[in-house]
C-alpha cells in the first residue's frame, strides 16, 4: 500500500522505486546559516526569480554542480567567492561536432551500431584502472588533468589550491573545458580549506583566516544525500519493519535492487548500483529485467510474493565490498559522497564492470529467492 501526502492510498502488487540517489539535497549545518539576511538556496532548487547580476554571491562547494553553476554565473556577477573544502581532479571536455561525411555514415545502421559499441567498450576500459590498475590513472589519466591545469591556469596560487593530493577516481572526475577559465576572472575569488568557512553571519561569510566577506546571495552546491539513506519517506516490509532498521548499520540490498523482508518491492539505483565510467542506463534497464523476470516468475508459479534470501543478500553484500577493497574508491586516499558517513563502506558504486552487473542480474538463481 502507498499513502500520498493528500491522504490518498493505492493499493499495488508489486512496487518499483525511483526516488534517485541524487535527489535529496545536502547542506552542512554551518554556524549560523540561518541568520544570514540575503538571498540562499540550494542548487538543486535554483531560484530562477531572483537576478543574479552585479550581486556579490558565494558558492560553496567545487564537485559536479559547482563546476556547471560557477561558469555559469562568473560573467553575470559582480563578485564570485567559491567556497571549496577539497579539489576535484577536472579532465576536459572532448566534445566535438560530427562531420557532414560522418553523419552520413550514422545513418547506415551497422555503423551506427559499431560507433556505439566502440564507445562502450572504450568507457568499460576504465575500470581496469579503477579496480584492478589504479597505477594507469596516475600514467594516463592525471596526466591529462594536470596538463589541463597547467594549460588554462596561468596564476600558480590557484593552480595550487585546485590541484587534489589523493588518486583520481577517489572522488567523482569532473569533465569541464570552462571551469578554470571562470576561477581565472578577475571578479572571482577561489577560497580552499586554508581560507574557508568559520561562520555565517547576517552580511555574508566570516572566514578561517577571519576576514569577512560580504554577500548578497548564497548558492549552496553541497551535494545531496546519497548513501545515508534511500528515500525522504518511509518504506516498511514485514511486521512493518522500516528500512532503516535494515540500513542500520549501512544501505544494502541484493542486486541493489531486492531487499529480504520487503516482497515485491524493486529499488533502482539501489546501493552499490552507481556507475562512474559508463551511462546509469544500461544499469536500470539491467535492474527492470531483473524485476521484470521476478514479476513474471511469481505470477506464473501462481505465487502472491517473491524476495531475496536473509542468505542470498549477505553473500552478495559480502561480496560487494570484498571486491570494493580494491578499488580506488575505497583505497584512493580521499573522502568522498560515495562512502556512507557511519560505516565508512562505499555504497554508491558498483565494483566492477557494468557487464558484469547485467550478467549478474539476468542470471536468475531461485536458490536466492523466496516466494510465498
Known sequence: MISTRDGRTFCARFVILGPGPLSNPKIPDFEGRDTFEGHSFHSNAWDHDYDLAGKRVAVIGSGASAAQIIPAIAPEVGELHVFQRTPHWVLPRRDRKFSRLERALLKNRRVYGALRSAIYLGLETRVIGFKYFPRL????????????????????????????????????????STLYPALCRPNVKLHDSSDGIDEIVPAGIITTGGDKVELDAIVYATGYDATDGATTFTVTGHDSTPITDLWAEFPRAYLGTTMPGFPNLFLML????????????FIMESQLRYALDCIQRTRRNNRHAIEPSVEAE???????HRAMERTVWKSGGCSSWYQN??????????????????????????????FT
Open 137 to 176: 590513472l596516475d600514467l594516463v589519466a592525471k596526466r591529462q588533468a594536470l596538463a589541463h591545469i597547467a594549460r588554462q591556469i596561468p596564476d600558480p596560487e590557484i593552480r595550487r589550491k585546485v590541484t587534489p593530493d589523493y588518486t583520481i577516481g577517489c572522488k567523482r572526475v569532473i569533465v569541464s
Open 270 to 281: 539501489g546501493p552499490n548500483t552507481g556507475i562512474g565510467h559508463t551511462s546509469a542506463l
Open 314 to 320: 549477505d553473500r552478495y553484500t559480502e561480496w560487494v
Open 341 to 370: 558517513s557511519s560505516s565508512g563502506k562505499v555504497i554508491a558504486m558498483y565494483p566492477g564492470f557494468s557487464f558484469s552487473y547485467r550478467f549478474r542480474a539476468g542470471r536468475f538463481r531461485s536458490e536466492d529467492h523466496i
